[in-house]
């Protein structure tokens, strides 16, 4: 096993928590995680049917035989469950009792709220960092085998294809995720969506463009995403809302949760094709806000990442927020520094005066320069350096 930067957290919060509840997409490895870093619990898996039909028709006989604890996988299956946990866990009144899993974002975190509420701690599981991969020796020189094969376990456990086996994620996806929570009559309208949308990975939501391309209502166009949002598919950075005195834009940015997905929904099947493709930017972009995104979720903690972008086209691709600081990022799939990178960053900081702190640039390229002109520029592969020397530097 690659070991996930999370177990830390998630043991911690163990020692604290009647309840650690591991939300994430599917097969980025919230099971592996789960048993390794608690061998001694019990393991039970709720998608299988003679196990969920024990707990849905006699759950108090079914947690009898785990009130020494117990890892529950895919817990949404059985969500009537969770009250009978709740009571089992204020009676027994103790730490560290049952480790949940689940997929389905939405259904997870409702169900989980109105029952297990001040009983769990609630960590966000994403397919493997760039961090995780270099711990293992797993590294590459070309920047598009990170956006090709993406995270996702079973590509580096199984050594997969990385074209078939997001064929396979999808189509699992769709036949149990999308079926669960969307009734949909046309299935290929729908894939169809999903390759516009990641069409647009990085760019702002418009969802009527979306929609008169699809034929389908704005209303319906928002809907799915809000289904693909929920089923760990994509994810939205919105803007940030200031005191610039500037006219800013206020749809979201779409990001796909793994860039290997977007990658193959797109149609790109190699290498080759990668470094031609338009759309090479966005995905690089995408990539680098997952590994924030990561960083953050693996400390168990939220994003706190915003953009902001004006009417009139500046961008700031990433805002960091700290307390009631402002930490700009800026991302480039050039191997190469130019000084125009730090252009919009200078705009915010005159803007925003000291709230807005020293800019940063990530890059693909090698040189990294630790302060230039109130900004830093740093490796892709190395995100880490900016929580370390921008949000906690040594004393």
């Not at 994403?126 to 991969?133: G, H, V």
């Not at 996702?152 to 999808?170: E, G, H, S, V």
């Not at 925003?352 to 693909?364: A, F, H, L, N």
């Amino acid at each position: 096993m690659i070991p996930r930067n999370l177990e830390s957290e998630l043991k911690q919060m163990f020692k604290e928590y009647p309840i650690v509840t591991i939300t994430g997409p599917r097969q980025s490895g919230k099971t592996t995680l789960a048993r390794h870093s608690f061998p001694k619990l019990a393991y039970v898996n709720l998608e299988k049917p003679d196990v969920r039909l024990m707990a849905q028709s006699d759950p108090n006989s079914f947690l009898e035989k785990y009130k020494n604890g117990a890892i529950f996988d895919e817990i949404q299956r059985v969500p009537t469950l969770l009250s009978y946990i709740q009571v089992l866990v204020d009676e027994q009144n103790k730490e560290g009792q049952f480790i949940l899993t689940g997929s389905n974002q939405l259904t997870m975190i409702e169900n989980v709220a109105q029952s297990l509420a001040g009983r769990t701690a609630i960590l966000k599981l994403l397919p493997f960092s760039i961090n995780e991969l270099s711990k293992v020796s797993i590294e590459y020189k070309d920047t598009n085998n990170y956006l090709y094969k993406g995270g996702f376990p079973r590509i580096y456990d199984k050594k997969q294809n990385p074209t078939k086996a997001y064929r396979n994620y999808l189509e699992t996806y769709i036949e149990k995720d999308l079926r669960q929570v969307l009734n949909i009559k046309d299935l290929d309208l729908f894939q169809r969506f999903m390759k516009m949308v990641a069409a647009r990975v990085g760019q702002l939501l418009n969802a009527t463009s979306i929609g008169n391309e699809l034929g389908v209502s704005n209303h319906t166009v928002k809907h799915w995403l809000s289904v693909l949002e929920t089923t760990f598919i994509i994810f939205k950075i919105t803007p940030y809302f200031n005191n610039f005195n500037k006219r800013i834009v206020k749809s979201p940015k779409i990001y796909f949760v793994d860039p290997g997905l977007a990658t193959y929904l797109l149609g790109i099947n190699d290498l080759n094709q990668l470094s031609r493709d338009p759309l090479r930017g966005q995905l690089f972009e995408n990539l680098v806000v997952l590994e924030f995104i990561k960083h953050q979720f693996n400390k168990g903690l939220d994003h706190n990442l915003y953009f902001f972008r004006d009417n009139t086209g500046n961008e700031v691709d990433l805002i960091f927020t700290n307390s009631s600081y402002l930490f700009p990022v800026e991302i480039k799939s050039s191997s190469t520094y130019s000084p125009q990178f730090c252009k919009t960053i200078k705009l915010l900081q005159k803007w925003g005066g000291e709230r807005v702190k020293e800019g940063t640039i990530v890059y693909s390229g090698d040189e990294e320069i630790s302060s230039l002109d109130n900004c830093s520029v740093i490796n892709f592969r190395n995100i880490h350096k900016f929580f370390h020397q921008r949000l906690f530097p040594s004393p």
